[in-house]
């Protein structure tokens, strides 16, 4: 089955760093990869949809300067929460198509970010 | 536009069926329904992409009522492994996606 790998798994940095989080589909090619976040006991919520080789489609009320998303490849994306600050702790879930619609999703295994 | 699903939460003791709903504001293209366990990342269940399409592998299925933009989880003789959160998944025809509310569901021997 298709395989979704995020790195790292949890990171714990102090306020005003930047944290870099990968998602790499590892047996598929990705047009397209999303990038959730979860806060505890509360739904997901989409933040941006990343498409290889163009700028991220980033949801209303995300700042786009703040969470940067790079999609360098069909098997790679990035997601970088920068001058990170105690109200971005929170656990990121990214997932991958293997296809062009959203036909099925397949989630990384999330990052759980602490920020101090 | 959030999806809103009910009930928010259910106990169930193992062999027991239990329903969750999914119901939303706009038109729908598709639905989706993941199960997450605590602390993990959701897994995918399936998707229900026409009006009135039934699906279901084993003992858990899912209908989707296009007219109605509602989607319904069907879960027959619980297993304990099926304990953990439900979120449906909606696409709406402007292509917009949304997780529901979720629903827990615990499963006790």
């Known amino acids: 089955g298709a395989v979704v790998s995020q790195h790292p798994s949890r990171v714990i940095c102090k306020s005003g760093t930047s944290v870099k989080i990968e998602c790499r589909s590892l047996?598929?090619?990705?047009?397209?990869m999303f990038w959730y976040r979860q806060f505890p006991k509360q739904s997901l919520m989409l933040m941006a949809t990343s498409n290889e080789g163009s700028k991220a489609t980033y949801e209303q009320g995300v700042e786009k300067d703040k969470f940067l998303i790079n999609h360098a490849s069909l098997t790679l994306s990035t997601l970088t929460v920068t001058s990170a600050h105690p109200e971005d702790s929170s656990f990121y879930i990214c997932s991958a198509e293997p296809g062009g619609g959203r036909e099925t999703q397949y989630f990384g295994p999330g990052t759980r970010l602490l920020v101090l | 536009q959030q999806p809103v699903q009910s009930p928010q939460a259910v106990i169930l003791r193992e062999g027991e069926d239990a329903v969750i709903n999914c119901s939303s504001s706009?038109?729908?293209?598709?639905v989706h329904w993941y199960r997450q366990k605590h602390g993990e990342a959701p897994v995918f269940l399936m998707i229900?992409?026409?009006?009135?399409e039934q699906k279901g592998h084993e003992k858990i299925s899912a209908s989707f009522n296009e007219k109605k933009q509602q989607s319904s989880l069907y879960l027959t003789a619980s297993q304990l492994s099926y304990s953990g959160t439900y979120f449906c998944?909606?696409?709406?025809?402007?292509?917009?996606?949304?997780f529901g509310t979720g629903t827990s569901l615990t499963v006790i021997p």
């Open positions: 998944g909606t696409e709406d025809t402007g292509n917009q996606f949304y």
């Open positions: 229900l992409l026409k009006g009135g």
């Open positions: 706009k038109a729908l293209y598709s």
């Open positions: 047996d598929f090619q990705a047009t397209t």
